[in-house]
């Protein structure tokens, strides 16, 4: 998180589908695609191509947060970023065979004693001392909320710390850019070192299911990474430098799950359209203050829960036997 959105997001390319061959798309899971708007969630799992197996995650089936897997957070992570929210273990809510992070207006004294205006969810893996291998697929399926200042997330932390490696497998800044998800890559203090985005929906649609996944393989000159949304790579890169010694093969990564609520890098939710304040600057373009624009922007409706909820089906780790 230290990392997380501090770099040049206005500077990225957009990397198609790179069509390499090795990786083929992922099988439809249900018969919900995009725009769905029912809440059916899936069950089966099936693995992304064949020579994966499963060997952890969650399916969010269950009635509560697994503790065994997950422990939601009570405290203000994401001051480094000025986010907004208390995050609270009552915005974290497991039914329906999915999870739910809800974001609310409502003001609440967080442990530590910062009163917040706003409340949301986060649940980490590190804190239960799950971690992952080095080597793996890490795929979620999700629905987000198109609402500026919500900051919907699913990233792996190095177990020796986010700053030594960090893998934003998928990011959803809404007001930076409205139905765009990015894919990000931090190494040893080199921030943004890769970045990657694909369009997933349009901001003005329902929110609809989609997958978001890293590869993480051997490479001949390092460790590879490659990001898929709905079975389609968007981006790839090859790390020659760091030091991937530095941690147990068989337990590297820790999985985060969150959503933000406001910050440097989406606004705040009910401050002016198009505008992050923190910055001084339009979060797509246009004259700031007053003149930014807002296009594919949208306000969160508070009265709504399902406007400023992040649905997850389920988070899957697969590994090559
Ligand atoms: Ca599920």
Same mark, same amino acid.
């Given at each position: 998180?230290?990392?997380?959105?501090?770099?040049? @997001?206005?500077?990225?390319?957009?990397? #198609?589908?790179?069509?390499?061959?090795?990786?083929?798309?992922?099988?439809?899971?249900?018969?919900?695609? @995009?725009?769905?708007?029912?809440?059916?969630? =899936?069950?089966?799992?099936?693995?992304?191509?064949?020579?994966?197996?499963?060997?952890?995650?969650?399916?969010?089936?269950?009635?509560?947060?697994?503790?065994?897997?997950?422990?939601?957070?009570? +405290?203000?992570?994401?001051?480094?970023?000025?986010?907004?929210?208390?995050? =609270?273990?009552?915005?974290?809510?497991?039914?329906?065979?999915?999870?739910?992070?809800?974001?609310?207006?409502?003001?609440?004294?967080?442990?530590?004693?910062?009163?917040?205006?706003?409340?949301?969810?986060? !649940?980490?893996?590190?804190?239960?001392?799950?971690?992952?291998?080095?080597?793996?697929?890490?795929?979620?399926?999700?629905?987000?909320?198109?609402?500026?200042?919500?900051?919907?997330?699913?990233?792996?932390?190095?177990?020796?710390?986010?700053?030594?490696?960090?893998?934003?497998?998928?990011?959803?800044?809404?007001?930076? *850019?409205?139905?765009?998800?990015?894919? =990000?890559? *931090?190494?040893?203090?080199?921030? +943004?070192?890769?970045?990657? %985005? /694909?369009?997933?929906?349009?901001?003005?649609?329902?929110?609809?299911? *989609?997958?978001?996944?890293?590869? @993480?393989?051997?490479?001949?000159? #390092? /460790?590879?990474?490659?990001?898929?949304?709905?079975?389609?790579?968007?981006? %790839?890169?090859?790390?020659?430098?760091?030091?991937?010694?530095?941690?147990?093969?068989?337990?590297?990564?820790? !999985?985060?799950?969150?959503?933000? /609520?406001?910050?440097?890098?989406?606004?705040?939710?009910?401050?002016?359209?198009?505008?992050?304040?923190?910055? +001084?600057?339009?979060?797509?373009?246009?004259?700031?203050?007053?003149?930014?624009?807002?296009?594919?922007? +949208?306000?969160?409706?508070?009265?709504? *829960?399902?406007?400023?909820?992040?649905? !997850?089906?389920?988070?899957?780790?697969?590994?090559?036997?």
């Amino acid at each position: 998180m230290a990392y997380r959105g501090t770099g040049k @997001i206005a500077a990225l390319v957009v990397v #198609g589908a790179m069509g390499l061959g090795a990786c083929q798309p992922v099988p439809p899971t249900t018969s919900l695609g @995009i725009g769905a708007t029912t809440t059916a969630t =899936t069950t089966t799992v099936v693995p992304p191509t064949s020579g994966w197996a499963l060997v952890g995650g969650d399916e969010f089936n269950g009635n509560a947060v697994n503790s065994t897997n997950w422990k939601p957070y009570h +405290n203000t992570y994401g001051d480094g970023n000025h986010e907004l929210a208390c995050l =609270t273990p009552n915005n974290v809510v497991e039914s329906g065979g999915a999870l739910s992070i809800t974001a609310k207006k409502e003001q609440v004294t967080c442990p530590g004693g910062s009163v917040r205006q706003y409340t949301s969810g986060f !649940i980490g893996s590190r804190d239960v001392g799950k971690y992952f291998p080095r080597y793996a697929r890490f795929e979620i399926r999700a629905k987000v909320p198109h609402a500026q200042g919500l900051w919907p997330a699913f990233w792996l932390r190095h177990r020796n710390g986010a700053s030594v490696a960090e893998v934003d497998v998928f990011e959803y800044f809404h007001s930076q *850019h409205p139905g765009k998800g990015y894919a =990000t890559l *931090h190494l040893d203090g080199r921030k +943004n070192l890769s970045k990657g %985005s /694909v369009g997933f929906e349009s901001p003005s649609s329902v929110s609809g299911w *989609h997958t978001w996944a890293v590869e @993480i393989s051997p490479d001949p000159s #390092g /460790v590879r990474f490659d990001f898929f949304m709905d079975g389609t790579k968007f981006h %790839s890169y090859v790390d020659t430098q760091h030091n991937w010694a530095s941690a147990d093969p068989s337990a590297t990564w820790d !999985i985060a799950i969150n959503q933000a /609520v406001g910050g440097d890098w989406v606004g705040g939710p009910d401050d002016r359209l198009g505008y992050l304040a923190n910055l +001084n600057r339009c979060s797509i373009s246009g004259a700031a203050p007053t003149g930014c624009t807002t296009t594919g922007i +949208n306000r969160v409706d508070w009265a709504d *829960h399902a406007d400023a909820t992040y649905a !997850i089906d389920y988070v899957r780790v697969f590994v090559r036997p």
